[in-house]
């Protein structure tokens, strides 16, 4: 049967030679898993791998639609939280799909978040030495950014995604009515990845973005192009640099300053999740751009200005609890980053949609700005 | 400082585009790690990963050489064999290159034989989602086989090397001198395996190991010879095909046969050793496409007596402690190669020099020559 989208529905074809995949976008797609995959897949077995919180919701709806097109499923319900991003719960995933005898022609399924995805890619990437996997993202995060790329792992004592492996998806499906179930704090966070995009390199998208946000919150055909625009823009960075050899940093925007800001609330996810992380990072990001001279502080302004529309955290005093002083945040950068005779490497912007690696960043300067930013 | 050979040292180029690289083989190259390394490295720390029975001999050595050449180095002594390549070793492996703060043009050093090399591999696929990686093997199975090509990874319940990476190493040092310490029946097993690369598609290799095997068993340049010819066999194999979708199945001449008697002996290393199953499945092939009418009987006999003449086992009945039933072995057949409709994939051949792969072989015929080859 072949594949029928829907009049709503929106498709983004990641290009990767023959690796390459579609990004399927739209409502209704977990319910039509079965014909999905039956429209892809050679083999008739799946091994669909979730976590607790979304399994109640979505598993059943999907073991049904496979059911229904002769696909043969097996299910794992993991623990939700970023803790399971180990090898305590890669190991039973590992052991589950190989016990579904899930050979060359069928596929590991991810039902479920980030944490989700990650873990149930790296476990796809390695079993028979890398078996074909497919993404179902049920969060905004996952839908516009970790679930598009092949980055797969898990954390470490070391550090988080210390470990894993590149392995594409062959196939994502992006079921829009999910979105409908999110907390407004859990979309706001999802949002920030997809503002980042237009900071990124796409300043039309990020003006767009500005004048429609209403609409992309309240769902409907708004949100599902932002969600294919991320989608694109996320794809043609990959396409680029699948490996992350150089363009593709600069989809770690914003984050530098905010995995930092994660570990120095100890990733409590009550105090600071991922995307608010992000959200006040790239502010910081302008304003230390702005600093260093090189983009306007007007741009810092602007983009604040729209992150705090939406209702996210832009400034380090937003995040509640206290924060411990500059030095230990710049503690904190160093160890994400490697500093190299006092120089770092640093997403920064010339402005909105102007971002660029800059692979000399003096360590002071950063260490001061944090202490302008954040006096004790 | 450039890589220096000596007038003994062979260099075999694994040709796959941007992750090409060399194998050298010859005497004296552990003690000239440091060197060799130092020529490629841009790093300057590395990470060694070894076992019990290696380390006594070969660690100070290599980790003299290092400092020499002022390559900071960690080293982890695993146990010896089998049960090494699990979950269980893998995690402090990862641990400890990630300890010793291995980065991106930083190494892992593999010192070991096939199960150091896979496992130690394995890791280095997965720190940061790929690190880089040298492979120095100190037995003749891991310098003519497991060390080339890319193929890493642990055992599972549910098989043998069931999880892992393909992760093509940047540098393999096969120092000949390693195999004046190994038992004649170690050195007699990875024999079979060079012998493999004549029976697949190299008869005129076949016929100069029948004429020289005497030569290559004493050591010498004849040796070297062998190795580099094997390395070179392997090379070519995996360029046209680096992740077995076709070509590289060939390597797997005489495997399935040699698998299912590995199984049926319970990995009982004092039964049976890989290369001697392989020895076993190798005349079993020649035998089983003779009665397919395909060779002739006469070449089957001709790679029993060279097999033989070297002091491998050559029959079912050469292994001490007996064998199951034939239907048994069958089963463990039928596990390591799916059957489809009574059909099973086998690596075949029209003689000395010329497998091919068969895709419709009747898993009937299988069974009936097994039962004629070991009656009960």
């Not at 179902?136 to 898990?154: E, F, M, N, R, Y």
């Not at 995604?161 to 998806?169: C, K, R, Y």
């Amino acid at each position: 049967m072949m594949s029928q989208m829907t009049p709503s529905e929106r498709k983004v074809r990641v290009n990767l030679g023959d690796r390459s995949y579609d990004i399927l976008i739209g409502p209704g797609l977990i319910a039509a898993t079965g014909r999905e995959i039956g429209a892809r897949l050679k083999g008739r077995r799946v091994a669909v791998i979730t976590d607790e919180n979304v399994a109640p919701r979505y598993l059943d709806p999907m073991m049904a639609s496979l059911a229904q097109s002769g696909i043969e499923a097996v299910s794992l319900v993991l623990p939700p939280g970023e803790k399971t991003k180990s090898f305590d719960h890669l190991i039973p995933v590992c052991d589950a799909i190989l016990g579904a005898r899930i050979e060359r022609n069928d596929a590991v399924i991810a039902l479920g978040g980030g944490v989700i995805g990650d873990l149930t890619g790296f476990a796809a990437g390695i079993v028979r030495r890398g078996s074909r996997f497919i993404q179902v993202p049920t969060s905004l995060l996952a839908q516009v950014d970790s679930s598009v790329g092949g980055k797969t792992g898990i954390n470490s004592p070391h550090g988080k995604n210390l470990i894993g492996v590149f392995h594409q998806p062959d196939l994502v499906l992006a079921d829009t009515d999910v979105l409908d179930t999110l907390s407004p704090r859990e979309f706001r966070a999802g949002y920030a990845e997809v503002a980042k995009y237009g900071l990124i390199d796409k300043p039309a998208f990020f003006h767009w973005l500005e004048q429609n946000w209403q609409a992309v919150f309240a769902g409907g055909s708004a949100r599902i192009e932002a969600i294919a625009a991320s989608c694109q823009a996320k794809a043609d960075v990959v396409a680029a640099d699948e490996r992350e050899n150089g363009l593709r940093a600069l989809l770690n925007f914003g984050h530098t300053f905010g995995h930092a800001l994660e570990a120095a609330t100890e990733y409590d996810s009550n105090r600071l999740v991922h995307g608010e992380g992000v959200a006040i990072g790239m502010v910081l990001a302008h304003e230390f751009s702005a600093r260093m001279n090189l983009a306007s502080p007007d741009d810092a302004r602007r983009v604040e200005a729209h992150l705090k529309t939406v209702g996210l955290p832009t400034r380090m005093g937003d995040i509640p609890g206290g924060l411990p002083p500059a030095e230990r945040l710049m503690d904190a950068i160093a160890q994400d980053k490697k500093v190299k005779g006092g120089k770092l490497t640093f997403i920064l912007t010339r402005g909105v949609g102007q971002s660029f690696v800059a692979d000399d960043v003096p360590a002071s300067e950063v260490l001061n700005f944090l202490k302008e930013k954040h006096p004790q």
